[in-house]
């Protein structure tokens, strides 16, 4: 999965340093189907979370990956 996240050293902008945790706190929602506030401290700030699952959704990162994947 990680070639196919944005974040990359390689990539324009930040480095993203926790993809893996993001993905896993994404995970966890669709899991338990738990609202963006519920989502544990682990995982990080639910609001960061939140827009960073938003902006991927309007760059079609989800959708790239999702392909991949397939």
């Known amino acids: 999965m990680e070639p196919h996240l944005p974040g990359k050293r390689m990539d324009p902008g930040r480095t993203a340093v926790d993809s893996r945790l993001f993905v896993e706190a994404v995970l966890w929602l669709a899991r338990t189907g738990s609202p963006w506030r519920d ?3 682990l995982f990080g700030n639910w609001n960061s979370a939140f827009v960073r699952f938003s ?11 999702f392909a991949a994947m397939a």
């Open 55 to 65: 902006r991927w959704s309007k760059r079609g990162v989800w959708d790239r990956l």
């Open 39 to 41: 989502l544990p401290e």
